[in-house]
């Protein structure tokens, strides 16, 4: 079994500008991970009718599943679903069950269920819906492409909702390792150790404080053997460089061979 | 005068994986904004050889400005050097000035300039550097391609170096309207004023918390008069849907015509 590969779309001016901070890529990272599915690529892009197409185009080619966060509201920049539409050369329709959804959404709220309000009942024809628990207005899978909000709440919960209908791959079996060494002190004897496995990654990731710093040494493979004796040679390495090396993390996955 | 346009590489399985959260985008978006420099696209790419040179290829011909984070320490994962020499055709040097900062950085702090440390001084032939305040390994500008560290502290340090290597364009005027409506209340009389001016955009940025929600309005462009006119008008907007819009916030740019 293998893992299903996944890109994420995050389309918003307000992220390129710099005015919102992203939360939406490392929630999705860490979603797909836990789910054995490996996150290949992100983009973000703008609030642009045919970068959107040809984004939606070229990564729901490329990798088995696509998600894209953002432009589903109710205003004029909000073009995320008119795009996706023509990416895949269907109409836009109004669903009638995403319509009864924002009525019973806006019933009693004293908030009038407008034309605008109802541009979010609009969903590329043939597109199955993924439910927004938060507010209502749905997002939808076409294809391999998965539509959902911007708003990192909604997006979160969106997840939740779309979690049956993915596909689940082997998780990674993951050992992160922490010592005082410096990246450079470690890095002949971890290219040595990562060279001796197939398909097995070692990753370092350098960190500083004032007055201290180290390195995290993260292992991680398909299998699982093969991570845990690989993350005790990089102990035994630490400790032959003079130092201690602490396993700092274990997400099990994998398979045992 | 018009903006430059700029796209951002990040390198980094651990971004792509989960375990790490992404700060550069946010930092580098804002500081090209502040510089009117324009933030078009950001890919995320995992340490792939192949898929760093096609992406450096792809952007480096379709913006003016290029800045990658990520891959340029010392182990074995660091491959960006090498895949970013490889887009531009050229060999990988040993870099003199890169030599004699890292030999003086690590000097007296009993750390071994070794094999995998020097890596770090080699640097695409024919590339300027970027000096590293934080921890000497410096990043490099190659062509239209700026090479930066991945770690946010260095990543940042590294923004202030290019500073006077960057061009200047023409900052966007920017006023930000807060309001206690909803989106879809306003959707239809934003798309009108927006309809109204030329390149001029008005972003609406819906929020929610518990028993609350609002819509932040955003009007930009690089016509100061229009922005200051557009935007009383979405606080005339707002008066006449029966709720009140406050000038949140003012980002100065742009030019009187």
Known sequence: MTQPSAALIIIGDEILSGRTK??????????????????REVRVIGDDHNRIVGTVQALSAEFDLVFTSGGIGPTHDDITTVAVAAAFDVKVIRHPEADALLIYHYEGTGLDYNSARQKMADIPEGAELIYNPVSA???????????????PKIFDAMLMQIEAMLPSGVKQHRISVQTALGEGTLAEGLGVIEGRYNNLSIGSYPWFKPGQYGTAVVVSSLNRDDVDQAAAEVITLIKSLGSTGVIEDVVTGGNTV
Do not use: T
Request: net charge positive.
């Open 22 to 39: 992203d939360k939406n890529i490392n929630s999705l990272a860490q979603f797909l991970h836990d789910r054995g599915i490996r996150l």
């Open 137 to 151: 207005a749905p997002g939808y899978r076409i294809g391999n492409v998965h539509v959902m909000a911007g708003v």
